[in-house]
């Protein structure tokens, strides 16, 4: 994304948005998130909590609602370009969401960036790279409120030289099918916002548990997750071209950074690389648990 | 695999790893990563792989590796041959068909309209589909076959045959003529589609074609005509012109824009000159004869529809008011007219010009046609 020029920037900042701005620090993606709903932005500023930074931001990412001939558009930009328009709140603090994190994948050059959750214990971190639907984000949080540390639920961020595991301690976003598991971790969104919120089930890791947020962590474990309704636990370890195949098909920007393949390959060389299929939580959770025992006693 | 990727009785190098293309061998095994996916080789095909250099010839190889694995030379030959092959048509190592040659120009192909839709899919092909270069894009138009012939004829310059969509893909344009009818109702309506959206609509065969070809000439390179694309809909009224929010029901706004006492303007985007502050209103950049187009409207048979005053003449007007869907003001003007990230008219420079014209122009707080009508009765006095 360009930065912005400074009149259209002074013209944004310029405009009449309601409630809170809430600057945070996606990874590698530095914006300001601005709506002209009070309740909304008041909401995206408990919501982005841990990620939030002092300072300016170099985007900004907004939803507007604008005036049109048979009612109103809600409008979604990033620095000013467009992004969306749509009729339904629901429809544009989705996209919202997506673009912010969309972009903290794109803006983050660097790291090796997985397509995975991931969690800690005494600084070790245990990776979850899966496809959407596989329960990543489930297993993450299962495993926060069980005393691990929160790194992501999305975004694997691997700091080449250092090693470690950079936090994107954005919100978990758990499927229906996860909120029926962890009801309790779900919590009540204001009837303000609910037009907006819609069926997303948000929820904020220190909601999970308080002081949940990890700080870098070293990789020490990679499991891929999969969750298929009822199946007894099974967990394999991969073989070393498996386990690249694996990791590698869930690698963002494999084409765009050179070497990112290698990383992968150096990766699996380190660590142990298991294929988890699960139906319980509470198996998969207990399995993961088992494994870093077996890393990291 | 085909002719020209057939390695039999080549004594060259085999093929070099494609450009992009990215590997690692962990375990005896090649993983590959190209154009986004990742394939995984087979322990032989890895073999294989690795001496995919551009210097090894498949002669050498089959004779390495049937010594190797003791099996018959032949054998081995055939199978290497077809894992090459196979690794050619992956696109994970050159092919030997030309490439385009160097400083060959390149053109985008417009397919997929915004606001393509299942009944696209399944409606029944355009008669004719012709293909036309505007700037550095080739534009499918779907017609019948006489308006086909017709518009051919009159963008000449820019005809580059019948359809070129792959893949059955619909033509990014459509126009509908329809036939006359003994009925006492309305005359049918003429149709401009645009995936599935009717962007322009008339009794008049003429407004429509114009309106194509306004259309046609926004697939076009505007920066090198001077011209930015911006997100409006534009009133004339009194040589001068108003812009605004463009309207979610175009049909109802083209009404209200008429008891204003505006005329509206049949094209996707304000094309402005930044220079002059001026809206250009027509097909810029095309090279068109309009002779043709005027004979097709004449054999519809409907001149004797009286001409709508609905649809601004083409010329230029200079900008007299930016209308804003939300408070006044540059981040209004913004807000209401803020550029689209992506599509045709990305990063066309519409985000400064806005920026200029905020400054340059008045702005008022007006979404529809009488609020533009009440503000240029403001600014008059």
């Known amino acids: 994304v360009p930065e912005l020029a400074s009149a259209p920037r002074a013209a944004l900042d310029a405009y009449d948005w309601a409630g809170p701005s809430t600057h945070a620090r996606l990874v590698g993606f530095d914006v300001e998130l601005r709506t002209t709903d009070r309740a909304l932005s008041e909401y995206l500023h408990e919501l982005y909590a841990p990620t939030r930074v002092d300072g300016r931001a170099a985007h900004v990412l907004s939803l507007a609602t604008l005036e049109v001939d048979d009612g109103v558009d809600h409008v979604v930009d990033l620095d000013g370009r467009r992004v969306l328009t749509t009729p339904a709140p629901s429809v544009a603090f989705a996209q919202l969401l997506y673009e912010a994190n969309r972009q903290a994948i794109d803006e983050t050059r660097g790291p090796l960036l997985l397509h995975a959750s991931a969690a800690s214990r005494d600084g070790l971190a245990v990776l979850f790279p899966a496809p959407m639907g596989a329960g990543k984000s489930t297993l993450v949080a299962a495993l926060v409120e069980h005393g691990l540390a929160y790194l992501t639920d999305e975004l694997v961020a691997i700091d080449r030289s250092s090693g470690l595991v950079l936090p994107y301690p954005k919100f978990v976003s758990l499927a229906p099918v996860a909120s029926g598991v962890l009801p309790r971790l779900v919590p009540a969104v204001p009837e303000p916002v609910r037009r907006f919120v819609g069926d997303h089930r948000l929820v904020p890791p220190e909601t999970v548990r308080p002081g949940a947020v990890s700080g870098p962590a070293e990789p020490r474990l990679i499991v891929t997750p999969r969750y298929e309704r009822d199946a007894p636990l099974r967990l394999e370890r991969l073989d070393p071209a498996e386990a690249v195949v694996a990791i590698a098909e869930q690698t963002y920007h494999l084409a765009r950074d050179p070497g990112s393949l290698e990383a992968v390959a150096g990766l699996v060389e380190r660590l142990p690389t298991y294929r988890m299929v699960a139906g319980r939580l509470d198996d998969a959770r207990d399995a993961v648990l088992g494994l870093l025992d077996e890393v990291s006693p | ?381």
């Open chain 2, 1 to 381: 695999v085909t002719e020209s990727t057939s390695l039999a009785g080549v004594r060259d190098a085999l093929p070099g790893v494609a450009d992009g293309v990215e590997s690692v061998v962990v375990g005896g095994e090649a993983v590959v990563h190209s154009a986004g996916r990742i394939h995984h080789l087979s322990a032989i095909a890895t073999t294989v792989w690795e001496c995919c250099d551009g210097q090894v010839t498949l002669d050498e190889l089959a004779a390495e590796l049937a010594v190797a694995f003791s099996a018959d030379p032949v054998r081995v030959r055939a199978d290497v041959e077809a894992a090459v092959a196979e690794l050619v048509e992956q696109g994970l190592l050159r092919s030997r068909e030309p490439g385009p040659p160097a400083g060959a120009a390149t053109f985008e192909l417009l397919v997929d309209p915004p606001g393509s839709c299942a009944s696209c899919d399944t409606a029944p092909p355009w008669p004719d589909v012709g293909s036309f270069v505007v700037g550095r894009r080739v534009v499918g138009v779907g017609t019948s076959r006489d308006l086909g012939a017709a518009l051919r004829e009159a963008l000449l310059p820019h005809s580059v045959g019948g359809d070129l969509a792959p893949n059955g893909e619909r033509p990014y344009f459509g126009v509908t003529v329809a036939e006359p009818t003994d009925d006492r109702g309305p005359r049918p309506l003429h149709l401009l589609h645009r995936g599935a959206d009717v962007v322009v609509r008339s009794r008049r065969v003429d407004r429509v074609l114009r309106g194509l070809l306004a259309h046609l000439a926004t697939c076009g390179d505007l920066p090198a005509m001077g011209l930015v694309p911006v997100e409006a809909a534009v009133l004339v009224r009194d040589g001068r012109a108003a812009l605004v929010r463009r309207p979610s029901r175009p049909v109802a706004f083209e009404r209200r824009a008429a008891r204003a006492g505006f005329r509206v303007v049949d094209a996707p985007v304000a094309l402005v000159d930044p220079e002059s502050g001026e809206v250009v209103v027509g097909a810029p950049g095309l090279d068109v004869d309009v002779d043709p187009l005027t004979r097709f409207a004449d054999r519809r048979g409907d001149a004797d529809v009286p001409a709508e005053p609905v649809a601004a003449p083409w010329g230029r007007y200079r900008i007299a008011l930016l209308g804003t869907a939300t408070q006044p003001g540059p981040s209004g003007v913004l807000m209401t007219f803020a550029p689209a990230r992506d599509g045709l008219w990305a990063d066309d420079g519409a985000l400064d010009l806005l920026a200029e014209l905020a400054s340059a122009v008045p702005v008022r707080r007006a979404v529809a046609p009488h609020d533009v009508a009440a503000a240029w009765t403001d600014l008059r006095s």
